[in-house]
């Protein structure tokens, strides 16, 4: 017999810079359920990318995905966008204990570097573009 353990995920606004995104306060979800994360950011631009970073307790952030214009999957999650890019969805397949973390959704710029390469720097290694984030955690 499978034994389910719930999981509370408690969407919470935060910053780095300037507000440009918003998610809801809170959402709850179970364990192995799929969990949709909404992020509006309807001062969107044409050249800013949408990324996801998740921060587990007591550890540095970590890549989730990020996207442009379409949407994309990776084996961590999904990110689907609205047509106009207003807002997009992290979707995050059958959720686990190990998913708890503060989630965060961003827009940063794009930038050309000398070899043609498209690129966005990480707010946490240089100031700018805005943040909010979503902390998934475990009931006591």
């Known amino acids: 017999m499978k034994s389910v353990t719930g999981i509370t995920i408690l969407l919470m606004l935060g910053t780095v810079g300037d507000a440009k995104t918003t998610q809801p306060n809170a959402m709850e979800c179970t364990e192995e359920e799929t969990v ?19 921060q587990v307790p007591h ?9 442009l214009k379409k949407n994309e999957t990776n084996e961590m999650a999904s990110l689907t966008m609205t047509t106009d890019r207003k807002s997009s969805t992290l979707i995050l397949p059958q959720v686990t204990l190990k998913d708890t973390a503060v989630y965060y959704c961003m827009l940063r710029d794009a930038h050309w570097d000398r ?14 573009s805005s943040s909010s984030h979503q902390e998934a955690t475990a009931p006591e």
């Open 36 to 54: 949709h994360l909404p992020c509006n950011h309807s001062t969107i631009s044409g050249n800013e990318y949408i990324y996801w970073y998740r």
């Open 115 to 128: 070899w043609g390469c498209t690129c966005a720097i990480s707010p946490w290694w240089r100031k700018g």
């Open 59 to 67: 550890q540095g952030p970590e890549y989730v995905i990020h996207g």
